[in-house]
């Protein structure tokens, strides 16, 4: 099998959100202090409707900005969206208080941060997971998860005795649909490798159809969607879209027939540890650290819009430890991950995903 490669830089899981203007539809904008150094460079976040104790997307970009907040001295200020219809008014909330760059956390914030950074030329953006603007002030954050979701994909089906996996997404948009690209690439990859024929449930890569919840909330749908999947004997399932993943989790704890999941954006044993008897592995973007460099990096006066885009080779995504279940997949998996891994590196391997 031919992997055709088009790297995807792009974003994902992120819907989020705007300062509050109007009562009641967010919360008013938090104003937090860094360091005593005394820096007066102001920089500020929107997170999405999951909020920034997400455990996933918003929550890493919300701890990058912390962290450089920080190490340089500054205040910070922040504001959660409770859905999007306020993304706009949100923005417009923390230019009126003179932020001097404002991150926007997800690809449904890119028509609200391309509207706002027109409006304010003189104000510096970045946005998490979108690539699709170009202005002179805004800096996307970008990561090519498909190859890290090839490399959980790969181990997914080797970890798998029923010889069903499946994945399952919050929305159809590009930074969903980059990793279940990457992850039935993965798992067709393992097939040609292995003369198996493992079987992906929940997306079909070429039709580009598959189960999404609608949104990205835990609840009933999201839970129904992992269990539909269980139902077709997947019992490995990697849910993609922030908090989804707990609704998987409960569904998969109700089968109790030894199905396990494999986190999305964060490391799933390590960040909710509530989960982390079910977590093979998990497909990481580093936003933390791309989130702290792009503010550190502004507040030098070194800001710019080319695009920061994570992959493999720069460390900006990758696949967390097996852990737990190090013992429990085969021996040689590993070795093989590590050889596959340099491959798409090189490029002897490339990984194809048809987000845009």
């Known amino acids: 099998m031919t992997f055709s490669t088009r790297k995807a830089a792009l974003g994902g899981l992120a819907l989020l959100g705007t300062v509050a203007m109007l009562a009641g539809c967010s919360s008013a904008p938090s104003s937090n202090s860094g360091s005593a150094s005394g820096s007066k460079f102001l920089p500020c976040m929107v997170s999405d409707s999951g909020g920034f104790d997400d455990k996933s997307f ?3 970009g919300f701890e990058g900005l912390k962290d450089a907040a920080s190490d340089i001295g500054s205040q910070y200020k922040d504001v959660e969206s409770k859905d999007s219809t306020v ?21 449904n914030l890119a028509a609200a941060t391309k509207k706002q950074a027109k409006a304010n030329p003189d104000t510096d953006f ?11 002030n805004v800096k996307p954050i970008t990561f090519d998860t498909s190859q890290a979701a090839f490399l959980a994909g790969y181990a997914a089906a080797s970890y798998s005795k029923t010889g069903v996996v499946g994945t399952f997404g919050g929305m159809q948009i590009p930074t969903v649909t980059i990793f279940m690209d990457g992850f039935a690439d993965g798992v067709a990859y393992y097939n040609e490798k292995k003369s198996k024929d493992v079987k992906v449930v929940g997306w079909d890569e070429k039709a580009q159809k598959g189960t999404f919840v609608g949104a990205f909330e835990a609840g009933t749908q999201a839970k129904a969607s992992a269990q539909t999947l269980i139902q077709q004997n997947a019992d490995v399932i990697l849910p993609v879209g922030g908090p989804i993943y707990q609704s998987a989790a409960e569904a998969i704890k109700d089968a109790d027939n030894g199905t396990v999941m494999i986190g999305a954006d964060s490391d799933l044993y390590e960040a909710d540890p509530r989960y982390k008897d079910l977590a093979l592995t998990s497909v990481e973007k580093g936003m933390r650290p791309a989130t702290k460099d792009v503010v550190e990096q502004a507040e030098k006066g070194n800001f710019s819009k080319t695009p920061y885009v994570g992959t493999l080779k720069n460390e900006g995504v990758s696949i967390a430890p097996f852990h737990d279940y190090e013992s429990k997949v085969d021996s040689g998996l590993q070795g093989e991950l590590d050889t596959i891994k340099a491959g798409i590196i090189d490029g002897s391997i490339t990984v194809a995903t048809k987000a845009k």
């Open 58 to 60: 918003n929550q890493l």
């Open 126 to 136: 970045a946005i998490i997971d979108d690539n699709s603007i170009n202005a002179k």
């Open 87 to 107: 993304y706009d008014s949100n923005i417009t909330g923390l230019v009126n208080q003179n932020c001097n760059l404002i991150v926007t956390v997800g690809f």
